[in-house]
């Protein structure tokens, strides 16, 4: 691959926590494998009072092994909100380009809270730093939440439209940067044996979990405005759909991957009305044990209201209405404080039309699954049944497994590297569009708008440690199936996750 173009990357909200976390040990990577490109600069913006001395100072105290990143750490105090302090930007940027001859290339990622990312465009647009020329780019990455609703999103697309073009704007969804992710298109089309089973006529129905044994931890006051519906179903979880359920791309480009995520996300029935509480199940943790351990319940972590009723757990049964899917549910859930932090999709097949052959338990026609494992222990797995030796023809399940980590070269690259390195070279490919983001909304707006005013929906409390409230094993278990339960299978799928 070759390095990007020259550049400057400004980072709002400098001294938070993802830049510290994810950013910069982002960039440290892309360094080690000398992919940043050859003149780069970072410039941190934020209100607190660093110099450039001490921002790296501050820097390095949160990374193990800093290496060479250091020197190319800038720092500028300023408020964003403080539109006279962007003539001071542009001087220091101006400043940053010439002296390290850096053409004037700019990405401006903002790693702030959702309420500066319409202020900072406009801001910067009104000093003339979001104008493109020749063959000079500006390009601006926005943090998740991306609004908070279908009204609150598509405001912010608007005014975000009025100062940059949509090839401009880089929406970030983490899961989109997942190597395993990127591979369910990749196992899918580049591969002739599973894309003519991949339908409503072979497929029974489709299950994704993306699971957290972590509760909020810190982050309690901002979950408690978002909930895991916002949080987590809204934008990861019907992207992961989005990938599974997706036409074949005319190419692997941009435009073309985002015109079939969005073609699904326009399919999906809407679930409103009397569905919600049957298709739609919501949960909160409650004070528990686990394993002797004593857990806080959700309405005792800080920053969480006594009487909160935010959602910790989703699970929702979904329909695509198109001519691949129509009939075929999918079954999403996700949560915190379940057993394990896992996040996998499981494609059940209709069982064989006529059962000919028992399996060990004595009973017959199982479906075949393909797992494919996003994190951790990535990875494929198709369970298939097998005749056990001997007499009869007794059947047995067995495993045909693929694992990253036997790859000669398993090094996957971080999320944020991928799609840090994505956006220097101009890919959106795994961002999110602004009609996609619309569309996931309007799917998910009722659902929010109908438990605001409907209190009478359960919020099923559920203890910490487990998969949820029982009624969502109900609405599958109903259906004669069960969710993979991904830790009871560990030791048999080699995929195991750590409890
Ligand atoms: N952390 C994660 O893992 C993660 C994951 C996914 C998405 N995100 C999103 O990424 C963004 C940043 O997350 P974070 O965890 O880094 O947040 P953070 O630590 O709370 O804040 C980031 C920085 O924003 C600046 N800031 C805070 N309030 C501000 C205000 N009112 N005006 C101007 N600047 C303000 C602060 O710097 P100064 O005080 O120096 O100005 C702060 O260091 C958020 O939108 C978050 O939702 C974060």
């Known amino acids: 691959m070759n390095k990007p173009p020259d550049h400057i990357l400004v980072i709002f909200g400098a001294s938070g926590d993802l830049t510290r976390r994810k950013l910069i040990p982002a960039l440290m990577e892309l360094q080690k ?42 720092y500028l105090s300023m408020d964003p909100e403080d539109k006279d302090s962007y003539p001071k930007l542009a001087a220091r940027l101006q400043e940053l380009g010439s002296q390290r001859e850096i ?81 369910v298109l990749v196992t899918r089309f580049s591969n002739g044996i599973f894309e003519p089973l991949w339908n409503r006529n072979f497929i029974h129905h489709v299950e994704i979990t993306a699971s957290e044994s972590i509760g909020v931890g810190t982050r309690g006051g901002y979950y408690d405005h978002s909930g895991a519906l916002r949080d987590m179903l809204q934008n990861h979880l019907l992207q992961l759909v989005g990938f599974v359920a997706m036409e074949p791309p005319t190419v692997i480009a941009s435009d073309a991957i985002r015109n079939e995520i969005l073609k699904v996300f326009q399919s999906l029935r ?12 919501r949960g ?47 079954y999403v859930r996700t949560g915190k404080r379940l057993p394990t932090r896992v996040s996998e999709i499981v494609v059940h097949f209709n069982a064989s039309p006529h059962p000919l052959f028992c399996d060990q338990q004595g009973s017959s026609g199982k479906g075949n699954q393909l797992v494919i494992r996003i994190q951790p222990n990535e990875g494929i797995l198709l369970k298939f049944g097998m005749k056990v030796p001997g007499a009869g023809f007794k059947v047995q399940e067995v ?35 602004a009609d996609a983001v619309e569309a996931a909304w309007q799917f998910v707006d009722p659902i929010l708008k109908t438990w605001e005013e409907n209190q009478g929906i359960p919020l099923h409390g559920y203890p910490c440690g487990t998969w949820g409230p029982e009624v ?7 259906e004669d199936h069960t969710w993979r339960c991904p830790c009871k299978n560990l030791a048999d799928d080699g995929l195991y996750c750590e409890l």
């Open 399 to 433: 495993n045909m497994d693929f694992h990253y980590k036997d790859l000669a070269d398993s090094y996957i690259p971080e999320a944020y590297q991928r799609l840090l390195l994505d956006c220097m070279q101009g890919d959106s490919t795994l961002y999110a569009r």
């Open 33 to 74: 494998i000398d992919l940043l490109p050859q003149r780069f600069a970072v410039l941190g913006i934020g209100r607190s009072n660093y110099t450039d001395l001490t921002y790296r100072e501050m820097i390095s105290s949160h990374l193990d092994e800093p290496g060479e990143i250091l020197p190319l750490l800038h």
């Open 284 to 330: 909160q943790y409650m004070t528990s044990h686990v394993r002797g351990e004593a857990m806080p319940g959700y309405r005792s972590e800080e920053g969480v209201p006594e009487e909160s009723r935010t959602e910790t757990f989703v699970a929702m049964k979904l329909f695509i209405d198109n001519w691949r899917w129509g009939g075929v549910p999918f």
């Open 103 to 183: 053409a004037e290339n700019i990405i401006f990622y903002l790693a702030t809270p959702p309420s500066l990312y319409a202020t900072i465009p406009l801001f910067l647009s009104s000093k003339g730093l979001l104008t493109e020329s020749g063959d000079i780019w500006r390009r601006i990455i926005i943090e998740k939440p991306f609004g908070m609703d279908y009204t609150s999103a598509h405001k912010l697309n608007r005014s975000l439209l009025k100062y940059l073009k949509e090839d401009q704007i880089y929406r970030i969804d983490h899961y989109l940067g997942k190597e395993t992710v990127q591979n």
């Open 472 to 478: 969502a094993d109900q609405m599958i278990e109903g």
């Open 270 to 281: 809407p679930i409103t009305g009397d569905a919600i509480p049957k298709q739609v199940i």
